[in-house]
T-cell receptor, first 114, second 113 residues
Framework: DGGITQSPKYLFRKEGQNVTLSCEQN?????MYWYRQDPGQGLRLIYY???????QKGDIAEGYSVSREKKESFPLTVTSAQKNPTAFYLC?????????????FGQGTRLTVV | GESVGLHLPTLSVQEGDNSIINCAYS??????FIWYKQESGKGPQFIID?????DKRQGQRVTVLLNKTVKHLSLQIAATQPGDSAVYFC????????????FGAGTRLFVKA
């Protein structure tokens, strides 16, 4: 089945630790995105990648890092510099980053700092 | 500034009634709009989209209306069912100034049996 897969579904992080969230897609999409969702809030863009080996900061990139070494994969690292990392993280992909293309979302990773 | 907002944060409807969820946007350069449905603990799912050169688009039980004059978008769900209970997001996309998609905060729809 084609789709976009995020793992793990739940993740717990201790203060001061870096953690990496996985996002894989087999839709042959060029563009991939990471969003953060807080309770009662809309989605905020962290990073996006229009093509392999390229990525751009979104609106709230501070404290996060990404890589796009393969077309299928766009992992997100939440670093210790992110002061309030507890949130629901959503990865998405689309055929391209151009306006007019639908984004397909993964099922999300809920990160909690303990 | 740019914003996509929803007039009603929660909406409660009786099963079988029609639902209308509203969305306001302020970026007149936006040329593509999408409605997403998000069930609890899951990622958003595409419902329906509309381009700025249209004012109405219909799908199965859903209709999206776009009024560019007042920068307003609405989602109409006919014969609302319990399975329609979810949070609904509108999103606008524009290529002006680089890639930009803005999501609204969402409206939670409750369907009473």
């Amino acid at each position: 089945d084609g789709g976009i897969t995020q793992s793990p579904k739940y993740l717990f992080r201790k203060e001061g630790q870096n953690v990496t969230l996985s996002c894989e897609q087999n839709l042959n999409h060029d563009a991939m995105y990471w969003y953060r969702q807080d309770p009662g809030q809309g989605l905020r863009l962290i990073y996006y990648s229009q093509i392999v080996n390229d990525f751009q900061k979104g609106d709230i990139a501070e404290g996060y890092s990404v890589s796009r070494e393969k077309k299928e994969s766009f992992p997100l690292t939440v670093t210790s510099a992110q002061k309030n990392p507890t949130a629901f993280y959503l990865c998405a992909s689309s055929i391209s980053a151009a306006a007019g293309t639908e984004a397909f979302f993964g099922q999300g990773t809920r990160l909690t700092v303990v | 500034g740019e914003s996509v907002g929803l007039h009603l944060p929660t909406l409660s409807v009786q099963e079988g009634d029609n639902s209308i969820i509203n969305c306001a946007y302020s970026n007149s350069a936006s040329d593509y709009f999408i409605w997403y449905k998000q069930e609890s603990g899951k990622g958003p799912q595409f419902i329906i989209d509309i381009r700025s050169n249209m004012d109405k688009r219909q799908g199965q039980r859903v209709t999206v209306l776009l009024n560019k004059t007042v920068k307003h978008l609405s989602l109409q769900i006919a014969a609302t069912q319990p399975g329609d209970s979810a949070v609904y997001f509108c999103a606008e996309t524009s290529n002006t100034g680089g890639f930009k998609t803005i999501f609204g905060a969402g409206t939670r729809l409750f369907v009473k049996a």
